[in-house]
């Protein structure tokens, strides 16, 4: 009988309820008791929607992030929290975002670093060690939810992240090395295991998704090493790698004292069999053959044509699961009520997933026929989808033939361009401007809102958002910013705002995806090919442009950042639905230019998550990524000034990369991990001008003019001051205005005094 679990499930809830509770208690709109009180009943109705499966997880459950979790189920708490006044929780903010519900703005901390878990659009708080760490367990949240979980009557099976992934994560503040924290990190993880099992539990999920990675050997040697001595503990540990193939890290795994591995079949299905081959007597073998990060129906048929002679082989040793946690999924697709029904029957959210998985168990364990209408319906859905045509589209494919290389080249070279450019705005040294959001509103929502509904016409939704845009024009007036933007009042999302407009995307009602903490992003569906109906920003831009002398900025969501934070058609190589991207967002570039708008701004801040785990892959996906960027962005003029801007992700090992984009300016997120990009720039000599974001905007704390002035600085040090400038790290649509407005005060301050020093 084959075994059927889950390795984690969206926390969010089906109406994002997490994400509105967490911001009533940060805003003093509700209390302690009552957040925790949200939680459990997320939790509780998580493991009801999961009921069907022999083990649920538990532990995947968080208030802001699973991996800060653990700092402080480790107790690894960086020592600039250590003795304020407070309760935990209060520590636990403080730490994700600066603040806690009950500090006022002058009791502010720096708040972790952030950046993305592998290569999801998931971002996670950078723990932080020294070679003086020492850590202690702190088990009692964790407790409580197994404790729930049984009293529920769940059959649970915590989840914690592995010891070496956990070190892997990890950021030193001086020069030592996280791996040497091993010895004294593996005691503690012994005494969380030896706690769990004593309240009972029989199975623990260890993740180890550095395991998808390429390890060098001191790494590859301190797992054998740590699970040798976890081993020790009495309770059965299944080990789960994710997110890709292992590669040479294959024998290795198959080496460790574990219970069970957790394979993903999905990204790696070619080594399946290698694995059964190296499979000891007693050893369960989980495969997670139902994708976790993509929206599509799974083909069960085919899927279980490769299954049956596993299963017949293993027994009750074989596990089937998602290949990952659906965290990076929406909750139910039967929440959705606009999909086009033809394009919904092709669709699968994360209860959707487990429903597949049921039937997968159900027809190994008692038969297909058992389930043959089931089985029945998928295969139509697939088929369905394979020639439907809404997905193709040969006016786009004849494009994608026509791409010539040159295409992708500007006339002259930066510095012959840097001078037309300099002639053409005159601004001063340092100049000053932000990222292109400002905030969203309760009144721009609503006004929104009301469109969708129908209450007010779109000529009426024009006018309030040109009020909008007035508005924040001339804030930046005021301010004194040298080159300022709209503000994308009309913009719901830098992704979806695009996909709306253009052919081959289709949008969710409620396919919320949890970002970080609060945040949740909605992800378009590119179910086709792709193709730009009409001008998507332009008469925006050229309002705005109208309401101040001042160079405007137009503002577009790049190729290779719509691709990866997009749920991707899975038919084509993500490459060529790159390539038809670039020439939609070509289109708009060329317009804009003909509009006069004389400085654009592609974003492309997904551009280092889409590299595969493996560095020995990286090199082909950048020769495509940075292509399709180019292809957008390069047939201007030299006097056209592009911008892109990158955040929230480590880009110092792919700095040569970023330079071969080309950009004439690139905004880049520095603030919360101190400049650490600039160590890039000791053995790089960046050619073009680069503004290292000084405004940390995922806070809610104002950045002093004085820190502001010390960054950049810092960064004068290794880039001339005549290719600088100065601007927050992100877009300011999360944000108030009365966050917003001293905070970009601060920064204009603090480029006057640089001008002035």
């Given at each position: 009988?084959?075994?059927?679990?889950?390795?984690?499930?969206?926390?969010?809830?089906?109406?994002?309820?997490?994400?509105?509770?967490?911001?009533?208690?940060?805003?003093?709109?509700?209390?302690?008791?009552?957040?925790?009180?949200?939680?459990?009943?997320?939790?509780?109705?998580?493991?009801?929607?999961?009921?069907?499966?022999?083990?649920?997880?538990?532990?995947?459950?968080?208030?802001?992030?699973?991996?800060?979790?653990?700092?402080?189920?480790?107790?690894?708490?960086?020592?600039?929290?250590?003795?304020?006044?407070?309760?935990?929780?209060?520590?636990y903010f403080r730490l994700a975002r600066g603040r806690s519900a009950q500090d006022s703005?002058?009791?502010?901390?720096?708040?972790?670093?952030?950046?993305?878990?592998?290569?999801?659009?998931?971002?996670?708080?950078?723990?932080?060690?020294?070679?003086?760490?020492?850590?202690?367990?702190?088990?009692?949240?964790?407790?409580?939810?197994?404790?729930?979980?049984?009293?529920?009557?769940?059959?649970?099976?915590?989840?914690?992240?592995?010891?070496?992934?956990?070190?892997?994560?990890?950021?030193?503040?001086?020069?030592?090395?996280?791996?040497?924290?091993?010895?004294?990190?593996?005691?503690?993880?012994?005494?969380?295991?030896?706690?769990?099992?004593?309240?009972?539990?029989?199975?623990?999920?260890?993740?180890?998704?550095?395991?998808?990675?390429?390890?060098?050997?001191?790494?590859?040697?301190?797992?054998?090493?740590?699970?040798?001595?976890?081993?020790?503990?009495?309770?059965?540990?299944?080990?789960?790698?994710?997110?890709?193939?292992?590669?040479?890290?294959?024998?290795?795994?198959?080496?460790?004292?574990?219970?069970?591995?957790?394979?993903?079949?999905?990204?790696?299905?070619?080594?399946?069999?290698?694995?059964?081959?190296?499979?000891?007597?007693?050893?369960?073998?989980?495969?997670?053959?139902?994708?976790?990060?993509?929206?599509?129906?799974?083909?069960?048929?085919?899927?279980?044509?490769?299954?049956?002679?596993?299963?017949?082989?293993?027994?009750?040793?074989?596990?089937?699961?998602?290949?990952?946690?659906?965290?990076?999924?929406?909750?139910?697709?039967?929440?959705?009520?606009?999909?086009?029904?033809?394009?919904?029957?092709?669709?699968?959210?994360?209860?959707?997933?487990?429903?597949?998985?049921?039937?997968?168990?159900?027809?190994?364990?008692?038969?297909?026929?058992?389930?043959?209408?089931?089985?029945?319906?998928?295969?139509?859905?697939?088929?369905?989808?394979?020639?439907?045509?809404?997905?193709?589209?040969?006016?786009?494919?004849?494009?994608?033939?026509?791409?010539?290389?040159?295409?992708?080249?500007?006339?002259?070279?930066?510095?012959?361009?840097?001078?037309?450019?300099?002639?053409?705005?005159?601004?001063?040294?340092?100049?000053?401007?932000?990222?292109?959001?400002?905030?969203?509103?309760?009144?721009?929502?609503?006004?929104?809102?009301?469109?969708?509904?129908?209450?007010?016409?779109?000529?009426?939704?024009?006018?309030?958002?040109?009020?909008?845009?007035?508005?924040?024009?001339?804030?930046?007036?005021?301010?004194?910013?040298?080159?300022?933007?709209?503000g994308e009042a009309e913009r719901n999302d830098m992704v979806e705002y695009f996909g709306?407009?253009?052919?081959?995307?289709?949008?969710?009602?409620?396919?919320?995806?949890?970002?970080?903490?609060?945040?949740?992003?909605?992800?378009?569906?590119?179910?086709?090919?792709?193709?730009?109906?009409?001008?998507?920003?332009?008469?925006?831009?050229?309002?705005?442009?109208?309401?101040?002398?001042?160079?405007?900025?137009?503002?577009?969501?790049?190729?290779?950042?719509?691709?990866?934070?997009?749920?991707?058609?899975?038919?084509?190589?993500?490459?060529?639905?790159?390539?038809?991207?670039?020439?939609?967002?070509?289109?708009?570039?060329?317009?804009?230019?003909?509009?006069?708008?004389?400085?654009?701004?592609?974003?492309?801040?997904?551009?280092?998550?889409?590299?595969?785990?493996?560095?020995?892959?990286?090199?082909?996906?950048?020769?495509?990524?940075?292509?399709?960027?180019?292809?957008?962005?390069?047939?201007?003029?030299?006097?056209?000034?592009?911008?892109?801007?990158?955040?929230?992700?480590?880009?110092?090992?792919?700095?040569?990369?970023?330079?071969?984009?080309?950009?004439?300016?690139?905004?880049?997120?520095?603030?919360?991990?101190?400049?650490?990009?600039?160590?890039?720039?000791?053995?790089?000599?960046?050619?073009?001008?680069?503004?290292?974001?000084?405004?940390?905007?995922?806070?809610?704390?104002?950045?002093?003019?004085?820190?502001?002035?010390?960054?950049?600085?810092?960064?004068?040090?290794?880039?001339?001051?005549?290719?600088?400038?100065?601007?927050?790290?992100?877009?300011?649509?999360?944000?108030?205005?009365?966050?917003?407005?001293?905070?970009?005060?601060?920064?204009?301050?603090?480029?006057?005094?640089?001008?002035?020093?």
């Amino acid at each position: 009988m084959a075994i059927l679990h889950n390795l984690g499930f969206p926390r969010i809830g089906r109406k994002r309820e997490l994400k509105k509770a967490l911001e009533a208690y940060w805003q003093g709109q509700s209390s302690e008791s009552e957040l925790e009180q949200t939680a459990a009943q997320l939790r509780a109705q998580n493991w009801q929607l999961q009921q069907g499966l022999d083990w649920l997880p538990v532990g995947d459950f968080s208030l802001y992030d699973q991996v800060l979790d653990l700092s402080f189920t480790l107790g690894n708490i960086p020592a600039r929290l250590q003795h304020l006044a407070g309760s935990e929780l209060d520590n636990y903010f403080r730490l994700a975002r600066g603040r806690s519900a009950q500090d006022s703005a002058c009791s502010c901390i720096h708040a972790g670093e952030m950046t993305k878990w592998f290569d999801t659009n998931y971002h996670y708080i950078v723990p932080e060690v020294t070679a003086q760490t020492e850590f202690s367990l702190q088990s009692s949240r964790l407790l409580q939810q197994f404790r729930e979980a049984k009293a529920q009557g769940v059959q649970a099976k915590p989840v914690l992240i592995g010891p070496l992934t956990y070190l892997w994560l990890c950021k030193a503040k001086d020069q030592s090395e996280p791996l040497a924290l091993l010895p004294r990190l593996l005691p503690v993880y012994q005494q969380l295991l030896q706690t769990l099992q004593q309240a009972g539990a029989e199975w623990i999920q260890l993740d180890e998704p550095i395991l998808a990675t390429e390890l060098s050997e001191p790494w590859q040697l301190a797992f054998v090493s740590a699970y040798s001595l976890l081993a020790e503990v009495p309770v059965k540990l299944l080990l789960a790698s994710y997110f890709g193939q292992l590669g040479a890290n294959l024998p290795l795994l198959q080496a460790l004292p574990v219970a069970g591995i957790h394979l993903d079949a999905v990204r790696g299905r070619a080594e399946v069999q290698q694995v059964l081959q190296g499979l000891a007597p007693q050893q369960v073998l989980s495969l997670g053959v139902i994708d976790g990060r993509n929206i599509w129906k799974t083909d069960l048929t085919a899927v279980l044509d490769w299954l049956e002679p596993i299963a017949a082989l293993l027994g009750d040793r074989l596990w089937l699961a998602p290949s990952c946690s659906l965290l990076h999924v929406p909750v139910d697709l039967d929440s959705e009520q606009k999909l086009l029904p033809e394009l919904k029957n092709w669709l699968a959210f994360a209860k959707q997933k487990l429903q597949e998985l049921q039937i997968l168990g159900l027809a190994l364990n008692q038969g297909r026929l058992l389930v043959a209408e089931a089985l029945i319906d998928n295969a139509a859905a697939i088929a369905s989808r394979r020639q439907s045509a809404l997905v193709h589209n040969p006016a786009v494919q004849q494009a994608l033939q026509q791409i010539r290389p040159e295409q992708a080249q500007r006339q002259s070279p930066y510095p012959v361009r840097a001078q037309q450019q300099a002639a053409r705005f005159a601004l001063p040294l340092y100049p000053t401007t932000t990222i292109g959001s400002f905030p969203q509103t309760t009144a721009i929502r609503q006004a929104r809102l009301a469109l969708k509904k129908g209450t007010i016409s779109a000529a009426q939704y024009r006018d309030q958002m040109q009020t909008e845009i007035a508005h924040a024009v001339a804030q930046q007036e005021q301010l004194g910013l040298d080159v300022l933007v709209h503000g994308e009042a009309e913009r719901n999302d830098m992704v979806e705002y695009f996909g709306e407009q253009l052919s081959g995307f289709a949008f969710s009602q409620h396919g919320w995806v949890q970002s970080y903490g609060s945040r949740c992003v909605k992800p378009p569906i590119i179910y086709g090919d792709i193709s730009r109906p009409q001008p998507m920003t332009v008469a925006w831009t050229q309002y705005a442009q109208s309401l101040t002398t001042k160079p405007m900025k137009g503002m577009l969501t790049g190729p290779v950042t719509m691709l990866n934070w997009s749920f991707v058609r899975d038919d084509q190589p993500r490459q060529q639905t790159c390539l038809q991207l670039a020439l939609a967002i070509r289109q708009e570039v060329q317009d804009l230019e003909a509009a006069g708008v004389g400085i654009i701004q592609i974003d492309e801040a997904a551009l280092r998550e889409g590299l595969p785990l493996r560095q020995s892959e990286w090199q082909q996906y950048l020769d495509w990524a940075v292509f399709a960027f180019k292809l957008c962005a390069n047939g201007v003029a030299d006097s056209t000034q592009i911008h892109t801007h990158m955040c929230y992700s480590e880009f110092n090992d792919i700095i040569a990369e970023i330079a071969a984009l080309d950009a004439d300016v690139i905004t880049i997120e520095t603030s919360r991990s101190d400049m650490e990009l600039l160590r890039a720039f000791e053995h790089f000599d960046y050619p073009n001008q680069i503004g290292p974001g000084v405004y940390d905007i995922h806070s809610p704390n104002t950045p002093t003019t004085a820190q502001m002035v010390k960054l950049m600085q810092k960064a004068a040090q290794q880039i001339p001051a005549q290719r600088l400038w100065v601007n927050p790290d992100c877009g300011l649509k999360t944000r108030q205005w009365s966050e917003v407005l001293p905070a970009l005060k601060n920064m204009v301050a603090a480029a006057q005094q640089l001008r002035q020093n």
